[in-house]
């Protein structure tokens, strides 16, 4: 969805815990179709910011970071 000097996407994120996360140290474990929305601004077609929304409780549960 697009207008102008914004362009907004959803999209899924998968992936693997490798490095410090949210002040969690990692436990290697994957996580799989987090839900994520983007807003991207943009000036003479460059993207220049960015703000988004993650569905972090998901991922963290799905990496067993949620106790």
């Not at 992936?15 to 410090?20: A, D, M, Q, R």
């Not at 179709?33 to 549960?61: C, H, P, W, Y």
Request: aromatic share 8%; glycine share 12%.
């Amino acid at each position: 969805m697009a207008e102008e000097g914004k362009l907004a996407a959803h999209f899924y994120c998968s992936g693997s815990h490798l490095g410090e996360w949210m002040g969690r140290p990692p436990p290697g474990r994957r996580f799989q179709d987090v839900d994520e929305i983007q807003i991207f601004r943009d000036a003479n077609e460059k993207l220049t910011d960015a703000t988004g929304v993650e569905d972090n409780l998901s991922r963290m549960r799905q990496l067993g970071l949620d106790g």
